[in-house]
Every structure is written in structure tokens, then in C-alpha cells.
T-cell receptor, first 113, second 114 residues
Framework: GAGVSQSPRYKVAKRGQDVALRCDPISGHVSLFWYQQALGQGPEFLTYFQNEAQLDKSGLPSDRFFAERPEGSVSTLKIQRTQQEDSAVYLC???????????FGEGSWLTVV | KQEVTQIPAALSVPEGENLVLNCSFTDSAIYNLQWFRQDPGKGLTSLLLIQSSQREQTSGRLNASLDKSSGRSTLYIAASQPGDSATYLCAVRSLSGANSKLTFGKGITLSVRP
């Protein structure tokens, strides 16, 4: 596709529910990142993939958060047993690899009630 | 640990004014620095990317500079317009293990008054 695509754009989850957020990176992009952005804050790093390999998951806040990219393209961020503090925008980004420009999607807005 | 600071958090200027947005970072060992724009309810749009070996980049009315040794970058916006109203985020790309992740500032919310 022309850009990074994320779905759903908006999700309201009841506390304790599991959610899955999908990211379609730009075709051919090797690197894929997930970020979490709370209201009024800058994005915070969650995890990074190079192709299908998850090379860094140091930013995942707890073991309730899990990300995968099994075929090196589409990625899914899964949050189990959601809590209110998980309410945020989850941004996916991709880049061709190396140190070039990183392109972001529109984000998935998660509200936990 | 890399920290990125953007001050002030918000800025309001009259239309037509030239303005400078500041960004500072604590660790000068960076690959590059990227400026983004974020509109309310939207994702991030890349504006300019400056590699660590470069001093500045220009795109239209935007000019970004980088002084790696002092840990500073500025985004210069010439002849500001109401359509420039948005949040501007600075992010540095540092090496962290096998990953060169972006570390963001909190952003500067710019309002350009007609």
C-alpha cells in the first residue's frame, strides 16, 4: 500500500478484555516499530521487528503485551486482560531498513472502560 | 538513556511570523534526527530527516538544523500560516542493542492565529 495502515482505528474495550491491533507496513519495509502514545505525551517505544525477528521488546510494559510479525510483513500487537492504564494511541511505523525515514500509520485509539 | 526535551510545550503566534522550535537531546551518539508533525486525532507525518553527518535540511518553508555536539536541533518555519497549527515532535534515532529506535520529545503544540 501507499502508507502504513492500522486497524481498527478506534477500539473501546471493557476492562479485562483481550484486544488485537493490526499493522500493515509499507510494502517491502524491513523494519517495523510499535509505539504507545498517551494523551499529551510523545510516543514511547514498545517493540521492534526486523523482518520476522523481534529484535527488541524492551518497551513492552508488561507480560500482558505481545507482538508478532510471523511472515515479516503484517504485525499484530495483542494486549491481554486490558487495564484502564492501557488506554492510549498505539502507533505502528515502518522503514526500509538502515537509518532512513520512519513512516507512521494513523494509529489505533484504544479506550479501556 | 537518551532523553529528548522540547520547550515550550505550547506556542501561539500571529500569522506571517517566522518562528523557531527547539529540541535538545542528552546523548550525542545518534544516527539521525527526525521532525514530525501531528494533527489532532492523526498519526505522525515526517517533515525532515537530518543524518548525524549533516548540519541542516530544508523543505519548502521548513528548515531543520542539527548541532550534534551540543545536543540541539531547531525547526525553523518561515512565514507561518494557520495551516501550520499542529503539534511538532522531534525524535532522535540512537543505537540500542540490535535496534536503532526513535526517542521522542513530548512535542510543541503550535497555534498560528489568523
Amino acid at each position: 500500500g501507499a502508507g502504513v495502515s492500522q486497524s481498527p482505528r478506534y477500539k473501546v474495550a471493557k476492562r479485562g478484555q483481550d484486544v488485537a491491533l493490526r499493522c500493515d507496513p509499507i510494502s517491502g519495509h524491513v523494519s517495523l516499530f510499535w509505539y504507545q502514545q498517551a494523551l499529551g505525551q510523545g510516543p514511547e517505544f514498545l517493540t521492534y521487528f526486523q523482518n520476522e525477528a523481534q529484535l527488541d521488546k524492551s518497551g513492552l510494559p508488561s507480560d500482558r503485551f505481545f507482538a508478532e510479525r510471523p511472515e515479516g510483513s503484517v504485525s499484530t500487537l495483542k494486549i491481554q486482560r486490558t487495564q484502564q492504564e492501557d488506554s492510549a494511541v498505539y502507533l505502528c511505523a515502518s522503514s526500509p531498513g538502515g537509518q532512513g525515514t520512519i513512516y507512521f500509520g494513523e494509529g489505533s485509539w484504544l479506550t479501556v472502560v | 538513556k537518551q532523553e529528548v526535551t522540547q520547550i515550550p510545550a505550547a506556542l501561539s503566534v500571529p500569522e506571517g511570523e517566522n518562528l523557531v522550535l527547539n529540541c535538545s537531546f542528552t546523548d550525542s551518539a545518534i544516527y539521525n534526527l527526525q521532525w514530525f508533525r501531528q494533527d489532532p486525532g492523526k498519526g505522525l507525518t515526517s517533515l525532515l530527516l537530518i543524518q548525524s553527518s549533516q548540519r541542516e535540511q530544508t523543505s519548502g518553508r521548513l528548515n531543520a538544523s542539527l548541532d550534534k555536539s551540543s545536543g540541539r536541533s531547531t525547526l525553523y518555519i518561515a512565514a507561518s500560516q494557520p495551516g501550520d497549527s499542529a503539534t511538532y515532535l522531534c525524535a532522535v534515532r540512537s543505537l540500542s542493542g540490535a535496534n536503532s529506535k526513535l526517542t521522542f520529545g513530548k512535542g510543541i503544540t503550535l497555534s498560528v492565529r489568523p
